[in-house]
């Protein structure tokens, strides 16, 4: 018998996670305020807890992961590397394709890796709240579960068409004690101006980040938490990668490519970042290392986007930063894969792009379901839409060493699965699932609204 | 760091299932067909194939699992054994609690563990496709899912209800190419009959039993697959058991009791027959051994029923078996628990009631739920309503525990997630979750109208 997963006891969990802003070749480009000047920790600090501030500015390369954390982390960590034996066959490729599978966490995604350092660190630091925004629901039931395990209550801001049309993420976060509001709310100065614009608002992404940051600004003892982008939450979710190194060391082998599913970063950044500390160090093995970011036609960040200073929310609330984008206000087609839906990327998965230490590729929408439907048929486990990317273009890889023979070891991270997708599922079944042609006009538009800098 | 999932590696899933049937102390009770003579295996091969019938009639201890089970059943198993610390901190217990994780298999519950080595069964004694019948959906999805992994097209009846109000699990069974029709149909005579009577019949299970069946015997080449009740679904449950106990000996425990939700008898007696095997061995370790089945108080079949031959669905399709029961047509009030809902129970759970060997509570719908959101909150997994049976029992011991000071070791089986059954958790999260009183006189009626023999 072949092995299919390949197991660590949770003595094996890491004891400190990867930080790759030690290992880069340039400083990392820092976020400006409105004035164009560097943003100062203390305007920061009205927002996040010192001990996550300083996990996002540290240089250093591996931070401690807290007990209490890894107590939590064990509940589901370490998760299966798992080989996809019967994909192979399907494929009939002389590849060997491994899986990370992250969707064995309570949340059924990697969101959590993030949500319960970020929990910790605010519970130290006194936080009597966390106030966050959720599209779809993968971040907020991540951190409603989070707060829940150390007794710290959640209040999240959930997109209003999203919070009508898809009860079931909303309901797991009550289940897990969260309170969840239909942004825009009459809470805030921002959710009653846009109320008082349109009453049936149906809310978006920015203005559920705008009505928490404001709340959080003006409610002492409140704290926000992100779930993607920002160099901590890619820190806490190098945990994948950190695992997974231990886990091919366990059978003997080393990927040769390595493909994650980009959006905000933190899918990628956690599953490739920590293989490329062992290049950094002069690994053999990683000589020939390529880690691939894999993203949407209709939301092409790295592929057709520009290196350059931009705000990290639609309206322009955030700081700049320096990332690849399509422009803050460009509007990508609504695809099912919401998590890859974002104009920009991590600054340090920019910065690791444009200095050609990483890869990126776009696939288009119907082939992603149709590489998550052979998985499932082959493997068992239904992906979720954005780990669909992730498959596809690691399918399309063990295509090609099946023309050329490459007996090549490809590993790409399952994020999460797809039982509150099942939907999108049923449009791909029906035939009713279309493409959408790359949005060349709407980025073109969208990039000339970017904020002059310098 | 105390330890919280006790893991086996593949090579440890078992090579035997358990027959409880070697060790019970009277030979069971055969099915008797409309005649009232014991059902003859000739019969019974027109809609099961040999290798899983001589499975159902075996007398022999331990059954070999084949090879291509275990190479299935290693996608997902060794199933987690956990720990559940967080949960006896809540409730200041000096009780050790434990269970047993089904919900990591693709579909979600214990179910794929009898489906897979049904399909295996039926493709090596020659059988082309596969029919069976659903509810909510957990056995379609399943049987599904082991269909593709062998290349056996499957069939599904799905009640019709349910086919258009809980559409995730009927896309689950697409995803993975099962073909889904809503029952009643008008391939049948049986549906055509019912729809003649009612063009909008909503479908009942008993219905769409009689569809699948009546289609198989009229289709060469075509078997019928059951998820439940029979003695060889009961058989390949036991893995769950059996991998307990490995887990439980690298720890040094031994369960002092053990909870399963009981419906039709394999979510409990895959848990807990394998330790009888123990207390029939003499093994000193099960001396004081108790395995409790868990049942609503709204469908109370062994602790309220009576132990009589009785149909095995609602019509009369089925031959006669001996076993717990409230009468074939009574009709359980519709709690959230849908597995749960069956007026009878397997024989092999039945007779071991019967002789004392296990035991049998019931348990009321409100406070299962207020069990499983305390379980979600303390250990993260947000549990099926069936689950949640089991959950409140094992709580209520633990609490029992609290007041004399006895440090048992529990365990109990969390058959499956409720990542399909959040509008449950939304009605009792919304106070609009009812108990049922107990169907007194509804028993009575339906008592009345069980079968002579004899």
Redesign the interface.
């Known amino acids: 018998?072949s092995?299919?997963?390949v197991?660590l006891?949770?003595?094996e969990i890491p004891t400190h996670w990867y930080n790759v802003a030690a290992d880069l070749k340039n400083p990392p480009a820092p976020p400006l305020g409105p004035d164009g000047q560097p943003v100062t920790p203390d305007k920061m600090l009205a927002i996040f807890p010192g001990p996550v501030l300083e996990q996002e500015m540290s240089a250093e390369r591996w931070i401690p992961i807290p007990?209490e954390v890894?107590?939590v982390y064990?509940?589901?960590r370490p998760s299966p590397l798992?080989r996809a034996t019967?994909l192979e066959q399907v494929l009939g490729t002389p590849a060997k394709i491994f899986y990370k599978y992250e969707g064995?966490?309570?949340a059924?995604s990697h969101k959590p890796n993030s949500a319960v350092p970020q929990a910790w660190l605010n519970k130290i630091a006194g936080t009597k709240r966390l106030v966050t925004e959720t599209g779809a629901g993968q971040w907020g039931s991540s951190l409603s579960?989070a707060g829940?395990?150390f007794g710290l209550p959640v209040r999240v801001y959930m997109v209003k068409v999203s919070y009508e049309q898809k009860?079931?993420r909303r309901?797991?976060m009550?289940?897990?004690?969260g309170e969840v509001l239909a942004s825009p709310t009459n809470l805030t100065k921002s959710g009653r101006d846009a109320l008082a614009q349109d009453p049936n608002n149906p809310g978006s992404l920015g203005l559920a980040i705008s009505e928490a940051v404001e709340e959080v600004v003006n409610t002492p003892g409140s704290k926000y938490a992100l779930g993607s982008v920002l160099n901590h939450v890619i820190l806490h979710q190098t945990i994948i990668g950190l695992e997974a190194k231990k886990q091919f060391e366990k059978i003997g082998l080393y990927p040769d490519m390595i493909f994650a599913p980009c959006g905000g970063g933190s899918n990628f950044g956690g599953a490739a970042f920590p293989f490329l500390a062992d290049k950094a160090a002069g690994d053999k093995r990683a000589n020939n290392l390529r880690c691939v970011a894999v993203e949407p036609t209709s939301c092409p960040t790295l592929t057709k986007g520009v290196y350059a200073y931009d705000f990290g929310d639609a309206t322009g609330y955030t700081p700049l930063m320096k990332m690849y984008t399509l422009g803050h206000d460009f509007m990508p087609p609504g695809i099912h894969a919401g998590g890859l839906r974002y104009h920009g990327d991590s600054p340090l998965v920019s910065q690791l792009f444009n200095e050609k230490l990483i890869e990126a590729v776009a696939v288009p929408q119907v082939a992603t379901f149709e590489a998550g439907?052979m998985f499932?048929?082959a493997?068992?486990?239904?992906p979720a839409p954005e780990s669909c990317h992730g498959i596809r273009a690691c399918i399309d890889e063990a295509l090609r060493c099946k023309q050329t023979g490459e007996p090549k070891t490809l590993f790409f991270n399952l994020s999460g699965h797809g039982?509150?997708d099942?939907?999108a599922?049923?449009s791909y079944?029906g035939g009713k699932l279309t493409d959408f042609d790359y949005p060349a006009e709407a980025i073109q538009a969208s990039l000339e609204h970017l904020p002059k800098v310098g």
Do not use: K, N
């Open positions: 018998m092995q299919t997963r197991l006891d949770e003595t007990e890894r107590q064990a509940l589901w798992c019967r064995v966490s309570p059924g579960f829940q395990m009860p079931y309901l797991m009550q289940t897990w004690g439907v499932a048929r493997e068992g486990i239904i039982h509150f099942m939907t599922f049923e079944l």
